[in-house]
């Protein structure tokens, strides 16, 4: 796979999974609302892929190594994978209940997260078990600091 795709793959899954799970696991304790779940979800789909493509335009950029194709394949399969694996998260919460709805966006983010990780801890002659724990261990860590920011918003706000 090109070098820029690749770049534009990792970064963009591991974002998509891990600032859409954290919004969905924060709107969701905080509001229990399925409209703000998929209002925060096609948001960050739509707007924070943009923003993390252009992220990715301007490190590349300062690279000062890469051609002008190359930064443009990464900042386009950058906003790509970030739009599509963000969005994969919308069908769940469109299809079941909320709860169940996090419950299988969870599960499908830890399949999505464990992907990324094998391929990356095989192209670097990295141990996967490593990796993938490294790796799981950070998401967890992000999926229950928003689920309890979400309950103290609620708690807060919500009275």
Do not use: C, R
Not at 28 to 51: E, P, Q, W, Y
Not at 79 to 85: G, L, M, P, Q, T
Not at 92 to 101: D, G, K, Q, Y
Request: charged share 10%; glycine share 6%.
């Amino acid at each position: 796979m090109h070098k820029a795709i690749k770049v534009g793959l990792n970064f963009g899954l591991t974002s998509g999974v891990i600032t859409t799970l954290g919004l969905m696991i924060g709107l969701s304790a905080g509001t229990n609302s399925k409209l703000a779940v998929i209002a925060g979800i096609l948001t960050i789909a739509i707007a924070d892929a943009f923003s993390d493509a252009f992220g990715i335009h301007i490190s590349q950029e300062a690279a000062n190594d890469i051609s002008p194709k190359e930064i443009w394949a990464a900042t386009v399969s950058t906003f790509f994978f970030k739009f599509i694996f963000a969005l994969s998260f919308a069908i769940p919460v469109i299809i079941f209940s909320l709860n169940i709805a996090t419950l299988i966006a969870i599960v499908w983010g830890v399949i999505l997260i464990t992907f990324v990780s094998f391929l990356i801890a095989k192209e670097t002659h990295k141990k996967a078990s490593h990796v993938i724990f490294e790796h799981l261990l950070i998401s967890g860590i992000v999926i229950v600091i928003a689920h309890y920011i979400g309950v103290l918003i609620n708690k807060i706000f919500l009275v």
